[in-house]
């Protein structure tokens, strides 16, 4: 099964602040890698799926990209709606999907 | 676009059966991979099942594995999530989501939740 490490697991910065969070998968995915955004108790909101591509309705400063195994969020001016615990969700198999620990983005 | 709503999620007993159930509008359920995600309190996302369009194909996550299965009426625009001999650690909020066309798999719609408390 393909492991999800997610890092940090919690990010203290300010609005306007640029931020990235990290997955590395434990095997190859290809760019099978999506972005969640998740807020206290509420569902999860896709962001970004295959690797890079923006979920409609999502906001410019939102983007991601790989390197190998290793996968990049970017927020590149935090706004105060951003503050949210995010996730990266692997997929590249319907037989065996998972998920990063989450980060938590906080104030 | 298109929304789902869980229902039936109720305290049990470690040992106990539940049956989960996710009402889908505004799309054809028939099209579309389904699948199930849940989340302890306070922990993240874990994945638990995904099932095909045609009922042909289903996958779940090693822990729940021949005790959950997963269903669907696509005459009903229905999905489930049969859930037995229940332990504690499967106390969750459970969440159906579709695994949409545009973004390849990934879950594009989710329900708002439902939650599963399983204690004595």
């Known amino acids: 099964d393909v492991q999800m490490t997610q890092s940090p697991s919690t990010l203290s910065a300010s609005v306007g602040d640029r931020v990235t969070i990290t997955c590395r998968a434990s095997q190859d995915i290809y760019t099978w890698l999506a972005w969640y955004q998740q807020k206290p108790g509420k569902a999860p909101n896709l962001l970004i799926y295959?690797?890079?591509a923006l979920e409609s309705g999502v906001p410019s400063r939102f983007s991601g990209s790989r390197s190998g195994t290793e996968f990049t969020l970017t927020i590149s001016s935090l706004q105060p709606d951003d503050f949210a615990t995010y996730y990266c969700h692997q997929y590249n198999s319907y037989s065996t999907y998972s998920f990063g620990q989450g980060t938590k983005l906080e104030i | 676009e298109g929304q789902l709503e869980e229902s039936g999620g109720a305290p049990v007993q470690p040992g106990g059966s539940l049956r989960l159930s996710c009402a889908a509008s505004g799309f054809s359920l028939s099209d579309y991979w389904m699948g199930w995600v849940r989340q302890a309190p306070g922990k993240g996302l874990e994945w638990v099942a995904n099932?095909?369009?045609?009922?042909?194909?289903?996958y779940y996550v090693d822990s729940v594995k021949g005790r959950f299965t997963i269903s669907r009426d696509n005459t009903r625009n229905s999905l489930h999530l049969q859930m037995r001999r229940l332990r504690v650690d499967d106390t969750a909020v459970y969440f159906c989501?579709?695994?949409?066309?545009?973004?390849?798999?990934?879950?594009?719609?989710w329900g708002q939740g439902t939650t599963v408390p399983v204690s004595s």
């Open positions: 989501a579709r695994l949409g066309f545009n973004s390849l798999g990934a879950f594009d719609i």
């Open positions: 295959k690797t890079s």
């Open positions: 099932l095909k369009q045609d009922g042909g194909e289903e």
